[in-house]
């Protein structure tokens, strides 16, 4: 198994090699001019949304989103239980964390409004919330969030 060292000597060795073979000739390299050619039968139109489209808001939380948070939140409250409250409430944190990335960066939302979360779930997955509930010793799901903001 050749060495890290004569590894990185073989690949120094190939991109000098791949720069001498581009500098060929006399002198630098003549660039290449790209020369527009017209095609009177092709035509590009660009239109601009209207005043009236409707832009996605990026901190909104899609009912996909709401699901995804149940699910994830499902296999872990054994866990948690297990752990006890306090490392339990670490990995709810990371989960919320975790959540919140994959959905478009809700972290910012969830920080104005850790309440977010009780609603998702009291809506979207009620007995799962209380399993958490129970397994983290609180009384919100709010409660459990450290590092969102009060």
Do not use: Y
Not at 40 to 63: K, L, N, R, W, Y
Not at 86 to 92: D, M, P, S, V
Request: glycine residues 10%; negative net charge; proline residues 7%.
């Amino acid at each position: 198994m050749p060495s890290i060292g004569s590894i990185a000597t073989l690949a120094a060795a190939t991109v000098a090699v791949a720069l001498l073979a581009g500098c060929g000739g006399n002198g630098p390299l003549d660039p290449v001019l790209a020369t527009p050619t017209s095609h009177p039968d092709i035509t590009i139109t660009f239109s601009s949304p209207g005043s009236s489209a409707q832009v996605p808001d990026p901190d909104e939380i899609t009912p996909t989103a709401a699901k995804q948070l149940c699910d994830m939140l499902e296999p872990e409250v054994d866990r948690w239980r297990t752990e006890g409250a306090q490392l339990g409430k670490l990995g709810f944190n990371g989960t919320v964390h975790d959540w919140a990335a994959r959905n478009g960066g809700l972290n910012d939302t969830v920080v104005k409004d850790r309440a977010i979360v009780d609603r998702i779930t009291t809506t979207q997955c009620p007995d799962i919330r209380q399993q958490v509930l129970d397994a983290l010793n609180v009384s919100t799901l709010a409660d459990g969030l450290v590092g969102f903001g009060r």
